[in-house]
Each structure stands twice: as C-alpha cells, then as structure tokens.
C-alpha cells in the first residue's frame, strides 16, 4: 500500500513495529513505532504520559515527511 | 535415530490465540500440536526430540533477545535438522519462522525445513537460509505441507541429494547450481525461441529478478501548510464496522469521514483487525490511527491541515493483489483532495 501510494508522487511514512517487514515491502520513510496491538500508544502509560509518546511518534512521522531521502530510511526516535 | 527440533508459535501449540501472542520463548519435550503428523510422517527415521514455542508478537518486538533464547533452546538438543512451521500466510509467524531459520543456519550450519505461502514476508526475506516449501495460504493445507516437508526434511537426513525447486516444491533460495546439460546452450536458446514464436509453452532458464520499489517522493517543503491524510491496514473503523471489513482476507477498504471526532473513544471507533489483540485498539483507537494528537497540532499550527476522511483495510493474510487495488484507489482520491502527504500506521 506504501509503494502504491508512493507511486503517485505522494510522500508517505509507514509507521510500523515490525521494521523488517516494512523493510522487505519497500517503505522509503519509516518510522518504528511501540508494538503490534498498540503502534502509537502504549496502556502501561497514564492517558498524558501516553499521549505524550504519541504526539512525538507523530512529530517523528513529520520530521520523516520534511527528509529528503535517497533511499530506504528509518527514523528512530 | 535422527533428531529433529521443531519450531512453532503459540496458537499452534495450544497456547491461546492473539490474547496470548506476547507468549515467551518455551522448550516442551518431544512434539506439540502438528508435530504429531510430522513425527508419523518421519516414522522411524527421525524423532522430534523437542518443540521450541513463542508468541508471534513477542518474537517480532524482541527479535535478537528472543531469537537468541529460541536458539539457545535449539542446540541444547544438538539435532540434526530444524522444523519451522508451516507459517501459511501468518506474516508475524512466517517472520518469526524465517529469523529461526536464519539463526540456526547461521549458527548450527544445520538445515531447516519450512513452509510458507509465496506472499509472505517471510518468505522474500528468509528464503535463502532453509528450505521452505511453498504452500497454501491457510492452515487448510496442513496435511499437505507436512506430507512435502517431512519428504524433503527426511531426503536432507539421509544426505540425498536435493532437486530444483520445481521438483522439490520448495521456495527458490536465490542459488545457482552447476549442472551438465544436455544440449548445448545455443541449441536451447534456439528451441526456446521457436517454441515462443510457436506460442508454446517454455520455462527460462535465467528468471528476471523483480525489483519491485518505488522511488522516494520529494519531502513536504512546508509541513506546517500541509494538508494530511491518515491510512492504516490495522483495521481502524467506526464503531460497529458499518462496511463489514473481513478480520482477515480483507477484500474491501473503508473511506470514513472524521468530521467530529477529535479523540477516539471505546464508543466512537473500534479495530475489525483479527490478526492482533483487539483490547488496546478497542479502548483507544488512537492508539492506531492518532487523530487526537493530529487534531492538536493542526490547532497549534504544527501542521496545515488534517484530510476530513481516513482510509482503512485490515493487513492480516490480505493478498498483494487486492491491497494493491486497494491503495490505487486511495492514491487517487488523495490526489484529487489535494492531500500534500501521508501517515501510513500498520500493526
């Protein structure tokens, strides 16, 4: 779905666990996120410390958009 | 007698289904679960001297720590070939199947006989570090893919040499093998052309490999003028499901309106994702698809504007094909909306 939408000259970051399958799929500008059932939160948390985590995987996500890329890149936190 | 460690994942072992995929690295003594139609396939040649189980999500988010201990389990057995699967069309265990696979011939310089279906990405990633023979995409097949594994893990245990991929039935490993033909290559090439010109059917013997990427697009100059558009394959949907998005298989996609929503609610959205544990979701979707956050930034002017639908399928056991279709559709409606850039989520 990436590369699909990609193909149509639109920036994307995939946002994902599991990097090596984004890797394996082709996903230029990739973002790691917390786990499987809960990508962008995590409910150890409490609700504020929760969405605090969310809004800089989110912010990563941006930065991602903002990189010119070459080729296949990660963007750890 | 022959031994054989065996590699499987919580479901099959009996242990709990995505409720329990956070399952830790466990050695039980002699087969588990399908191993026993391995072990009467091996008869008396071979014996499964232990199975090796762990979550699909716990293998996944801890990979070297847990690949590590699965491996640790493994040799503390010394056997003399390694079982994985069959995975089917599991990506998380074929993921987790391939990353044993890798392991063990890495370390144990053993061989290890798997079984996946083709799309997995476990597949593309791990095929070169065993032999994994290509089967059905549900467990529907077992009975067959255990039939070929346990054929060709027994050839590998008698030292018998082992065919092509096409006489073996197993995923090609990317090697080339030096044979003697009998012809000699200008008179195949020869009958090769004239049976194509014939329109008749001929096999190459130098396969194309497919590159199948997409080049990066520009970067948003400005994001803080962007409009946003969110998709994800984890299954977000409005509470209820109003299309029916299949849990997995999917063979739709949804495009739903957020025009209201600034947070999700156990009330408002809910995950048709039948691939992972539907709790956290349920509770929180923006826990997948993070309009909470997106709503705030717009608002503070972080970014230029949030896209009022979100676009949402269900990434478990979905062919290539249809999310293909699937995200050539919402490419098209993204352009047409003038979406500027976009934030894919998986599970």
Known sequence: ?77 | MKKVVHYINQFYAGIGGEDKADHRPEMREGHVGPGMAFQQALKDEASIVATVICGDSYFNENMDSALEEVLGMIKSHNPDLVIVGPAFNAGRYGMACGAVAKGVTETLGIPVVGGLYPENPGADMYKRYGYFLETSNSAAGMRKAVAAMSNLALKLLRGEEIGSPQEEGYIPKGIRKNYFAKERGSKRAVDMLIAKIKGEPFTTEYPMPVFDRVDPAPAVKDITKAKIALVSSGGPVPKGNPDRIESSSATKYGKYSLEGINDFTPENGETAHGGYDPVYANEDLDRVLPVDVMREMVANGEIGSLHEYFYTTVGNGTSVANAKKFAAEIAKDLVAAGVDAVILTST
């Open chain 1, 1 to 77: 779905m990436v590369k699909e939408i990609e193909s149509a000259g639109l920036p994307i970051v995939h946002m994902c666990t599991v990097v090596p399958i984004s890797l394996t799929v082709g996903a230029n500008r990739i973002v790691p996120t917390v786990a499987i059932p809960h990508p962008l939160g995590n409910p150890a948390l409490s609700r504020e410390d929760e969405k605090e985590l969310r809004r800089k995987l989110v912010r990563q996500a941006l930065k991602a958009l903002e990189t010119e890329v070459e080729g296949q890149t990660v963007f750890e936190q």
